[in-house]
T-cell receptor
Framework: GQSLEQPSEVTAVEGAIVQINCTYQ??????LSWYQQHDGGAPTFLSY????GLEETGRFSSFLSRSDSYGYLLLQELQMKDSASYFC?????????FGKGTRLHILP | DGGITQSPKYLFRKEGQNVTLSCEQN?????MYWYRQDPGQGLRLIYY???????QKGDIAEGYSVSREKKESFPLTVTSAQKNPTAFYLC????????????????FGPGTRLLVL
C-alpha cells in the first residue's frame, strides 16, 4: 500500500535545531511537500522537493532521498511560534497522500 | 487582499440532512480542492477540480458531492449518505493541478468544522 510515516510528536528547546522525518512506502511520485498547521488553523505550504537533495528556505530546510525512501524537514533557531503540526505529502497516480503529522512541542 | 474564504466556521448537521460548505477564492486559480481532516490525522482528499464544470473524485468521495459552476467557487455538499461526517473540512486552491504534485503551492482556507447533532 501507499503510506507515509512520521513520528507523532517531537519535543525540542527554543533556539535549538529539530529534524522531523518522513519515510514512505510508495514509489513513482513527483516529489515531497511539507506543510505547517497551527492548532485550529489551516495548513500552510513550507517546501517542496522535486529532486533528491536539500532545499533551504530561511530557517527551514527540507531533504529528499528517493533511494532511501526518506525525507526530512529541518527547523533551525526554533521559536515558540514554530509549535505546530507538520505534515509531509506526496502526489502519485492523481492523488495526494498526507502523513498523519508530527506535533512539535517547543520548550522555553 | 487575495485569498480563500470558507463559511460557515462551524456547521451543525442533523440526521438525514444534507449540508453545503462554501468555498470562494479570488486568487484567479484554476484548481480547487476539498480535504477532510480528522483529529490527529492528516488530510484526505475528497474532490478536486481543475477547471470550471469539471471535477474528479479523491480518496474519500463517497457521501459527498461538489459543483464548479464558477472559477472562484467550489461548494461541497455533505449528503445524508456520509455516515460519519464530523470533521474539519479544508478547501484549497492552486494555480493549476500541479498543486496536487506539490509543484505549485496550495493555499488553504480557514476551514469549516462540521458537527453532527
Amino acid at each position: 500500500g501507499q503510506s507515509l510515516e512520521q513520528p507523532s510528536e517531537v519535543t525540542a528547546v527554543e533556539g535549538a535545531i529539530v529534524q522531523i522525518n518522513c519515510t514512505y512506502q510508495t514509489s513513482g511520485f513527483y516529489g515531497l511537500s511539507w506543510y505547517q498547521q497551527h492548532d485550529g488553523g489551516a495548513p500552510t505550504f513550507l517546501s517542496y522537493n522535486a529532486l533528491d537533495g536539500l532545499e533551504e528556505t530561511g530557517r527551514f530546510s527540507s531533504f529528499l532521498s528517493r533511494s532511501d525512501s526518506y525525507g526530512y524537514l529541518l527547523l533551525q533557531e526554533l521559536q515558540m511560534k514554530d509549535s505546530a503540526s507538520y505534515f509531509c505529502a506526496v502526489y502519485r497516480d492523481d492523488k495526494i497522500i498526507f502523513g498523519k503529522g508530527t506535533r512539535l512541542h517547543i520548550l522555553p | 487582499d487575495g485569498g480563500i474564504t470558507q463559511s460557515p466556521k462551524y456547521l451543525f448537521r442533523k440526521e438525514g440532512q444534507n449540508v453545503t460548505l462554501s468555498c470562494e477564492q479570488n486568487l484567479n486559480h484554476d484548481a480547487m480542492y476539498w480535504y477532510r481532516q480528522d483529529p490527529g490525522q492528516g488530510l484526505r482528499l475528497i474532490y478536486y477540480s481543475q477547471i470550471v464544470n469539471d471535477f474528479q473524485k479523491g480518496d474519500i468521495a463517497e457521501g459527498y458531492s461538489v459543483s464548479r459552476e464558477k472559477k472562484e467557487s467550489f461548494p461541497l455538499t455533505v449528503t445524508s449518505a456520509q455516515k460519519n461526517p464530523t470533521a474539519f473540512y479544508l478547501c484549497a486552491s492552486s494555480i493549476d493541478l500541479t498543486g496536487l504534485a506539490g509543484q505549485e503551492t496550495q493555499y488553504f482556507g480557514p476551514g469549516t468544522r462540521l458537527l453532527v447533532l
